[in-house]
């Protein structure tokens, strides 16, 4: 029976489902209120479409640094295998790495890359711009949604990104373990196709599997609210680094760290920034019912066009519909159609 008979797993329907109403009622406002329906891409002026769509993830790490980040490099989609091993030998990469689209987004394209064969494999698979990154060396991971609607940077969501586990019995396939784990099951497909395999192995008792290093939800990571952990110190520390960067007035930060008492500290590295397509992804702990999310994520949409509204006044102009559109128009496209491969 068709997960959208149960609203429960509102969580596990495809994106287009859970935000295509939201988006309508937000472009629908803005174009009634201001005439422009992509008003809200003036929130984040210096980033393209404000990370809405078709934005350059490496636009954005260039202006991060060095510090906040892993060594990462931007590879055109032009470049010759030679070409590539030049760049990752003169920027000391260091294998395991990983490589991702420069435009994209849910995790499509990102991948672990043990070694060159792996990675010329996936320079072959992958005809476009790509980045290459160091892993970043920490095991826990935060989505951290912040926003300066009201004059100064505050923290709105703290999130843990749990990665998919399983723990073998001894007797069950991986696709039996994840079909008989309801954190997982709506997602089976999705996992299987990360993991690159049919799901029939037996897993030895007691043996822990966590093969995914994505906090990704598609890919089976579990999403937890942390927001009671939020506090003055780490909203310095966000602030500090948002200053420093200088890009992001409304955004998640995607961050890996040892541990939440290592972060205070300081000691963490950013895996990506996301703009205002940011999901707002406390709500998709299991505590949160549709209404509630529902209301929480509408919440944050009007604060960003808070920011917005403030910024045009300032002097940022929203994107113009007939640019914003084909901006939009690339971006399903990706979404849509298959990575092109390089022709021998």
Avoid at 74 to 103: C, G, M, Q, Y
Avoid at 156 to 185: C, M, P, V, W
Wanted: net charge positive.
């Amino acid at each position: 029976m068709s997960m959208l008979l149960y609203p429960f797993a509102w969580r596990y329907w495809s994106k287009n489902t859970i935000y295509t109403p939201l988006a309508s009622i937000v472009l629908l406002s803005c174009f009634l209120r201001k005439g422009k329906p992509f008003f809200c891409t003036a929130a984040n002026p210096k980033i393209t479409m404000a990370g809405l769509a078709n934005d350059s993830k490496y636009e954005v790490y260039k202006h991060i640094p060095s510090k906040y980040i892993p060594t990462t490099v931007f590879v055109p989609k032009e470049s010759t295998w030679e070409e590539v091993k030049n760049l990752f030998e003169t920027h000391r990469l260091a294998f395991p790495i990983f490589a991702k689209p420069d435009i994209g987004e849910g995790g499509l394209g990102v991948k672990k890359i043990a070694n060159w064969e792996g990675l010329q494999e996936y320079y072959q698979l992958h005809h476009i711009d790509i980045i290459l990154q160091n892993c970043i060396p920490y095991s826990m991971e935060f989505g951290v949604m912040v926003h300066d609607a009201n004059g100064k940077l505050e923290i709105s969501s703290l999130t843990e990104r749990a990665h998919f586990q399983l723990i073998g019995d001894g007797t069950s396939s991986i696709l039996a373990l994840i079909k008989a784990n309801k954190t997982y099951r709506f997602r089976a497909k999705k996992i299987l196709s990360a993991l690159g395999e049919d799901g029939q192995r037996v897993l030895n008792k007691g043996e822990v599997f966590k093969p995914i290093s994505l906090g990704n939800w598609s890919y089976g990571a579990t999403f937890i609210d942390r927001r009671e952990w939020i506090n003055d110190e780490l909203t310095a520390i966000f602030q500090k680094m948002n200053d420093e960067i200088g890009m992001v007035h409304v955004g998640r930060y995607d961050i890996l760290t040892p541990s939440f008492e290592a972060m205070l500290l300081g000691e963490f590295q950013i895996v990506e920034i996301n703009g205002i397509k940011s999901e707002l992804i406390h709500v998709f702990d299991p505590k949160y019912n549709y209404f509630s999310a529902y209301a929480q994520i509408l919440k944050h949409w009007y604060l960003m066009y808070k920011i917005a509204k403030r910024n045009v006044k300032a002097g940022a102009k929203p994107v113009p519909y007939r640019i914003a559109a084909e901006h939009m128009l690339c971006h399903f496209r990706s979404r849509k159609l298959e990575i092109p491969t390089r022709k021998n």
